[in-house]
């Protein structure tokens, strides 16, 4: 079964207006970390934000934020007020607390193209 | 300069040959993961290591092998390339726990011909 799973593999959003990428995941760990990556044309991976899972409140980061919804298992991330340069590759990743083990467990992404 | 970093960046190679890409991180970090790339299956880990010493298979690990003798470098050989492992790899590491982003390097863009 999927950890992680990215239900968007493209979309197409208006400059400025708000951006919802959508992210499941599947654990039986109590405790996990949930990480949002984007990867621009030029290849890089540039992390965004996380989210613990006994994070109380959802995370924010400047013009990213994390829909943190811990019993429906969603970690959805939300782009507000769009840029041409938010277009890329968002890959949404999971870490348990077996540890560094498991390593990093990606979706297989979403390419968000941003139109003016 | 302080970070982690993969060589080459883009290596053409034949079949049947073996290569290794690099991998070295400034950081002492513990973890240090290889990822490859390929379009419609986002990032697959393909061998891990939790210290020195310390390796274990990912998710794709047949074809590859890896060795940590120390914790800042972690290479990654094919051993008889095939045309299925042309893709684009990334190693990347951590250093702490749960909350700890990992950080990638460029990226290693492999062809097999």
């Known amino acids: 079964a999927q950890k992680i799973t990215q239900t968007q593999p493209g979309m197409f959003v208006q400059e400025k207006e708000a951006v919802t990428l959508d992210c499941t995941y599947d654990?039986?760990?109590?405790?996990?970390?949930l990480f949002w990556y984007k990867q621009p044309s030029s290849g890089e991976m540039i992390f965004l934000i996380y989210?613990?899972?006994?994070?109380?409140q959802n995370a924010t980061e400047g013009r990213y934020s994390l829909n943190f919804q811990k019993a429906r298992k969603s970690a959805n991330l939300v782009i507000s007020a769009s840029q041409l340069g938010d277009s890329a590759m968002y890959f949404c990743a999971m870490r348990e607390a077996r540890g560094g083990a498991d390593g990093l467990t990606f979706g297989k992404g979403t390419h968000l193209i941003i139109q003016p | 300069d302080a970070g982690i970093t993969q060589s080459p960046r883009y290596k053409i190679t034949e079949t049947g040959r073996q290569v290794t890409l690099m991998c070295h991180q400034t950081?002492?970090?513990?973890?240090m993961f290889w990822y490859r790339q390929d379009l419609g299956h986002g990032l697959r880990l393909i061998y891990y290591?939790?210290?020195?010493?310390?390796?274990d298979k990912g998710e794709v690990p047949d074809g590859y092998v890896v060795s940590r003798s120390k914790t800042e470098n972690f290479p990654l050989t094919l051993e008889s390339a095939t045309r299925s492992q042309t893709s684009v790899y990334f190693c990347a590491s951590i250093g702490g726990g749960l909350n700890t982003e990992a950080f990638f390097g460029q990226g290693t863009r492999l062809t097999v011909v």
């Open positions: 654990t039986s760990d109590q405790s996990y970390g």
């Open positions: 290591s939790a210290a020195a010493d310390i390796t």
């Open positions: 950081w002492s970090h513990s973890y």
């Open positions: 989210q613990g899972s006994y994070d109380e």
